[in-house]
């Protein structure tokens, strides 16, 4: 919990376009800061305890609090809810509480499971999983490594998703267990046709849980552990937390052209699970299981955005030239007649 709250993790990873002072002090604070962690606690007390606090920050609390918001204001949350009205959250007191438990033991069942497989690799390796140096990761390796995670991600989530918890294939033999799966995942996640709510997020069945939220996480970096550091981990968590928890919303405002497009295709998932089977939408539209439109609209749509912006300033900065050109004609015309006058009337 102190890695998340007290490290400034945003003024690291942009500290190379950020060059002021008070960068150069939070990076020191959090150079100092993690030195700490790391020099007074193990790497595995410091790996669970940060995705815990990361889950708990950034899914948690937030769903809990869009939650408030769908049950005291429901006029208001179903005006921005996709499919209105029938996206909003049950608001009986027991069926919440078994939402909330069944996410909370999810979020402690895959916290037990990393930190055993953690601990195994380890003692296989004789060796942290994750580096856990005080040296800290270079930007660019980072940026690298979070690119390949993500990718990684997305095949895993793809995958699993459709061919098992979809059961795309559920008429061949020998799949008896892949279709007890997809009945367990449709049973609690697929419960009701609307747009979801971010508490589903972990309000799975385990097992569909584990392998829909949980392997294509922890999978790519249980690969990498030779090269990936503890700190990259911590923003490809958040950031994949953060994503799942806004997609997850069934809010219509979601900022961003991209990130409203998977909230859109999320919600599209959640009320006819047809199609939508990645987190991106990359492979969706590579396989042709796109619904509601895919992500390269939604890239076009992005850049035309840009265009139109780049358009508007194009054509405000040249009204403001033309409005300095006017003002200093004005201001030549002006002291041009001032000469005269003064000419005329022998001043």
Known sequence: ???????????????????????????????MTWSTLVLSHSPLKIE?????????????????LFLLIDTLLPSLAESIKYNGASALPPRDAQSLARLLGLAILNL????ALE???????????????????????????????????????????????????HNARGGSK????????????????HGRKAAPFSLLL????????????????????????????????????SLATVEETLALSGYTIVPGIIMSGVARRTALHYARPTGNFGCWGVLDWVHGTSLGGDVVQDVRDEAEKHQIREKGERAAGGA??????????????????GKKNKANGGW
Request: aromatic residues 14%; positive net charge; glycine residues 4%.
């Open 108 to 111: 402690g069942l895959s916290a």
């Open 1 to 31: 919990m102190d890695l998340l709250l007290s490290l400034p993790l945003a003024s690291y990873f942009f500290s190379t376009s950020l060059t002021s002072w008070s960068t150069s002090l939070n990076l020191l604070f959090f150079y």
């Open 115 to 165: 930190g055993a497989l953690s601990l195994a690799t380890a003692s296989f390796l004789h060796e942290p999983l994750f580096r856990t140096a005080t040296t800290l990761p270079l930007p660019w390796q980072m940026a690298k490594h979070l690119a390949l995670l993500f990718a990684c991600r997305e095949v895993l989530t793809y995958y699993i998703h459709r061919y098992v918890l």
């Open 202 to 237: 972990m309000a799975d069945h385990p097992l569909p849980f584990l392998l829909h939220r949980f392997i294509p996480l922890y999978l790519p970096a249980l690969l990498l552990h030779r090269h990936l550091h503890l700190l990259t981990y911590f923003v490809f968590v």
């Open 48 to 64: 669970l305890l940060g995705t815990t606090a990361i889950r708990i920050v950034f899914w948690l609390v937030p769903s809990l």
């Open 320 to 337: 403001g030239s033309m409005f300095q050109d006017g003002m200093e004609g004005l201001r030549r015309s002006t002291r041009a007649r």
């Open 174 to 189: 020998g799949n008896n267990n892949t279709r007890r799966l997809a009945s367990q995942h449709a049973r609690c996640a």
